[in-house]
């Protein structure tokens, strides 16, 4: 019989404090995953030699459609009662609460903006180079779920199993004061098992890219990236506690039912870019294009 040997999780979500205002591990990831993401894009730009403008605004289009699209995502498929009933609290982004399934659906409604008033490119165009780092941005986001104590698995035997602090029991205030801490059972990691998987997409669509030049099939990166990351949470979703009240019971989480589409959208558009001829893009005439 295996002897449990849990892993007792410590680390203040917070790194410091400015006045009332903390900064933490979680927006941290999000800046560094954002920095990171737009070197490995910029690296693309000169790659295939595509118009320096549209970089920028890239960066811009994204990085909206992420933050407003996860935010309305956590607000509206988790709890819409409350958040219909209190709508200032959906501005309340600082406080958590952030949705990957609605951050996707926030992305590709900026990338259709995106398309049609910089690139003039089809979406899939920018889906190839977009999601090819957006695996090292989610793997960075779920270590800084991690560092809040949130998003965590059922209770483990297993040698790696995380007692993490119940903030559900102790405030973090009274807990950085010096009360008792109330751990959790040892529990799955779930968010690094995510991480790991993410990196993998990740490593996986740098390699499609630029080692096999991937992109010139367009949607193939994408749909790969749409399999392998909404597989794996899919999957994983099994491993974790239940996130909101209303999920207890159901055969299949939120979560789960919202990976299904994402997943076979990507085998739609992995199947699509093998049927078709490679695509030889030109960006001579981006410029008397531009509306």
């Known amino acids: 019989m295996m002897t449990i040997a849990e892993i007792t999780w410590t680390v203040d979500p917070a790194i410091f404090s400015i006045g009332s205002r903390e900064i933490r591990w979680y927006a941290l990831a999000f800046i560094v995953g954002f920095s990171v993401g737009y070197k490995n894009v910029e690296r693309m730009w000169k790659r295939e030699s595509i118009p320096p403008g549209w970089l920028d605004p890239l960066l811009y289009y994204t990085a909206l459609g992420t933050i407003v699209g996860a935010r309305l995502g956590h607000c509206l498929f988790y709890d819409p009662g409350y958040y219909l009933a ?36 089809s979406m899939l165009w920018t889906f190839d180079k977009l999601v090819t780092p957006t695996g090292l941005v989610a793997a960075l986001i779920r270590l800084g779920n991690l560092m809040n104590h949130e998003i965590f698995g059922h209770p483990t035997d297993l040698p790696w199993g995380f007692r993490f602090v119940d903030f559900s ?97 990507g085998l739609y558009f992995v199947l699509r870019a093998v049927k078709r001829k490679p695509v030889a893009y030109s960006y001579r005439n981006a410029n008397k294009n531009r509306k």
């Open 169 to 265: 029991k102790i405030s973090l205030h009274a807990w950085r004061q010096g009360a008792e801490p109330v751990f959790t059972a040892p529990s799955h990691p779930t968010q690094i098992y995510e991480a790991v998987c993410y990196l993998l997409t990740f490593a996986l669509c740098m390699w499609l890219y630029f080692r096999k030049d991937a992109w010139k099939r367009e949607g193939f990166i994408f749909g790969i990236f749409m399999i392998c990351l909404f597989t794996a949470r899919f999957l994983i979703e099994f491993l974790k506690e239940v996130q909101e009240d209303f999920e207890v019971g159901m055969v299949l989480n939120m979560g789960q039912w919202l990976s299904i589409p994402f997943v076979l959208a």
């Open 86 to 121: 209190h709508p200032i609290e959906i501005l309340k982004v600082w406080e958590g609460g952030l949705a990957s399934h609605g951050g996707v659906l926030g992305i590709i409604v900026a990338i259709y903006f995106y398309s049609r008033n910089v690139s003039h490119q």
